[in-house]
C-alpha cells in the first residue's frame, strides 16, 4: 500500500497522503455516517432542506449525518432521525454506499424508516421537513437543489 502520513487533523476529517505506485494520492479520513429513508403511503419521501457548505446554499436531502465515535449506524440512524424530524420508528438496513471512493474512506449505511411514529418538524439545523415524490426529487436534482445520498434512497427503494 505504500507509506502514509497525516497532513491535516480536523475536528471532523483528517487527510493522509498515501505514496502508492502511481503517485501521492490525497485520502480524506471519513468517520462514516448514515441516511435515513422515510416514505408516507403514497410512496413520497421525507425530506429536509438545510444549509450546506460545499454548494454554499440549501439543499433537500434525506435526512443524515456522521457517526459519533463508538456509536453504531443503527443508534446514529436513530440519533439523526429524531434531531432531523422529531420522529421514531423500527429500522430495517436497506445497504452501504461509498459516496466519493477516489479519496474519502466515508461510508453511508442506509436505513429505512418502518412503522413511524411521531409527526414531522423541523428540528436543529433543519430550515424545513416535507414529502417529495420520486420525480419532484429528480426534478431538484436536475435544478441543482438535490444530493446523491437521496438519489441513492431511490435507488434502494425500487426493489421494494
Known amino acids: 500500500m505504500g507509506t502514509a502520513r497525516l497532513a491535516y487533523q480536523g475536528r471532523l476529517l483528517s ?7 502511481e503517485g501521492t494520492r490525497e485520502v480524506v479520513l471519513h ?4 441516511a435515513v429513508v422515510i416514505p408516507d403511503r403514497e410512496g413520497r419521501l421525507l425530506l429536509v432542506r438545510q444549509h450546506r457548505e460545499g454548494p454554499g446554499g440549501p439543499l433537500w ?4 449525518g456522521t457517526l459519533e465515535p ?7 440512524a436513530h440519533r439523526e432521525l429524531l434531531e432531523e ?10 445497504g452501504l454506499l461509498y459516496p466519493t471512493p477516489g479519496y474519502s474512506t466515508e461510508r453511508t449505511y442506509f ?3 418502518e412503522e413511524v411514529a411521531g409527526t414531522p418538524a423541523a428540528r436543529s ?3 424545513e421537513v416535507r414529502f417529495f415524490t420520486p420525480q419532484e426529487i429528480l426534478d431538484l ?3 441543482g437543489f438535490g444530493d446523491g445520498k437521496t438519489l441513492a434512497a431511490l435507488s434502494f427503494l425500487g426493489d421494494r
Open 70 to 76: 463508538g456509536e453504531t449506524p443503527y443508534t446514529a
Open 61 to 64: 436531502e434525506i435526512p443524515a
Open 125 to 127: 439545523e433543519v430550515e
Open 85 to 94: 424530524t422529531g420522529l421514531s420508528g423500527k429500522l430495517r438496513y436497506l
Open 31 to 34: 468517520p462514516g455516517a448514515v
Open 111 to 113: 436505513f429505512l424508516v
Open 141 to 143: 436534482a436536475r435544478k
Open 15 to 21: 487527510v493522509l497522503l498515501r505514496e502508492t505506485p
